[in-house]
């Protein structure tokens, strides 16, 4: 899918999804890690040049809202999909002042992942006009 050497960021609390993700996105040419809570995943965009990230809502201590809130301060570049079993889940005002939108949002279980994976290259290629970050 892509040439770009992109690193996506998946925070999920659920290892078997973490790892579905990660294999899809690794299998379509991104370089990927996974974080099992917000806070695991701050302390990953610490460490990491991260371009993208895939987040899901309920998590253990911060919820993906508030770790969109924190990474967004950290890296206001990142892209974000939301990755949710919420089926009402909505983004709430504070995220979606840095473009977060119900279409950046997908329920889970998706049976195809590669709609995670053009939203997400789609995402990356619009905000850097299509060249690697």
């Known amino acids: 899918m892509t040439e770009m050497k992109w690193r996506i960021l998946v925070v999920d ?18 370089t990927v890690t996974a974080a099992a809570s917000g ?5 990953a965009l610490l460490r990491e040049v991260v371009h993208g990230a895939i ?6 201590g911060m ?15 990142l892209v974000f999909l ?7 889940y909505k983004p709430p005002a504070a995220i979606g002042s840095f473009g977060i939108g119900e279409r950046h949002v997908f329920k889970k279980p998706l049976g195809d992942m590669s709609v995670l994976g053009v939203a997400m290259l789609d995402l990356l290629k619009m905000k850097t006009g299509g060249e690697n970050g």
């Not at 806070?39 to 302390?43: A, H, R, S």
């Not at 939301?82 to 009402?88: F, I, L, M």
């Open 55 to 60: 987040v899901d809502i309920r998590l253990p």
């Open 39 to 43: 806070e695991d995943g701050l302390e």
């Open 82 to 88: 939301v990755y949710t079993g919420s089926v009402d």
């Open 13 to 30: 609390d659920e290892e078997s999804i973490r790892r579905n993700i990660k294999a899809y996105l690794e299998d379509e040419g991104f």
């Open 63 to 77: 919820d993906g809202n508030r770790f969109m809130e924190l990474a967004h301060d950290l890296r206001p570049d």
